[in-house]
C-alpha cells in the first residue's frame, strides 16, 4: 500500500472525526496532554497526581474493554522476549549496545548518583563491552556474516558470548528497576 504522509496524516484525522470513540480518544488524549502540559509550568503534586491516574485509568479501561486483546498481546511479548533470548538478533543486540553507551556516559558525567550504583554500572557495562568486542573479533577472525542468522547460530562461541551478555543486561536492567523502586521507597517512606 503506497501511501505519502500527507495521505497517512489524512487518514488518522478522518479515522479520529469519524466515530465517536475516535472523538473520544482523541479528547481523552487531549487532557491528558493538558494535565502535563500545566504540570510543566507549574510543578503542582496535584497535577502529577491527576496525570498518573488518568494514564492508570486509561490503561485499566483498555486493558479491561479489551481484555482478550491484552492477554493475546501481553503473550505474544513474552515469547518475543524468550525468543530473543534463546535466538537472540544482532540488530537488538547493537541496539542494547548503544543504550549501555548512552548509560555509561549519564554515568560518568551524574553528580547525583550515588558511588555503588556507579562502581555496579561501570563494572556491568564493561563486561558488556568486552562481550560486544568479543563478539565483533570473533566475527572478524571467522569470517562471519553477522546479519545472517544461520552463520550466527553455527557459531556456538559467538552465541554464547551474545546469550550470556543479554543475561546480564537483564539482570543488570532488574537490579537498575529495584534500585530506583528501593530508593524512591525510601525517600517516601523517611
Not at 169 to 183: D, G
Amino acid at each position: 500500500m503506497e501511501m505519502t504522509i500527507i495521505d497517512k496524516v489524512a487518514l488518522i484525522f478522518k479515522y479520529i472525526f469519524s466515530s465517536f470513540m475516535g472523538i473520544e480518544l482523541f479528547l481523552l488524549s487531549l487532557i491528558l496532554f493538558l494535565f502535563t502540559f500545566l504540570n510543566i509550568k507549574k510543578n503542582n503534586k496535584k497535577v502529577k497526581i491527576v496525570s498518573a491516574i488518568l494514564c492508570i485509568g486509561f490503561l485499566i479501561g483498555i486493558i479491561l474493554t479489551y481484555r482478550s486483546y491484552a492477554v493475546e498481546s501481553i503473550d505474544s511479548f513474552i515469547k518475543a522476549v524468550l525468543s530473543y533470548l534463546y535466538f537472540p538478533s544482532m540488530v537488538v543486540y547493537f541496539f542494547i549496545i548503544l543504550f549501555v553507551t548512552i548509560d555509561i556516559i549519564i554515568t560518568i558525567f551524574s553528580n547525583k548518583m550515588p558511588r555503588t550504583k556507579k562502581i555496579v554500572n561501570s563494572s556491568v557495562l564493561s563486561i558488556l563491552y568486552f562481550c560486544f568486542m568479543a563478539v565483533i573479533s570473533i566475527a572478524l577472525t571467522n569470517d562471519i556474516n553477522l546479519s545472517s542468522t544461520v552463520s550466527l547460530y553455527t557459531n556456538d562461541t559467538l552465541l554464547s558470548f551474545i546469550q550470556m551478555s543479554n543475561l546480564l543486561f537483564a539482570f543488570w536492567i532488574e537490579f537498575t528497576i529495584l534500585y530506583y523502586f528501593y530508593k524512591f521507597l525510601q525517600k517516601k517512606f523517611d
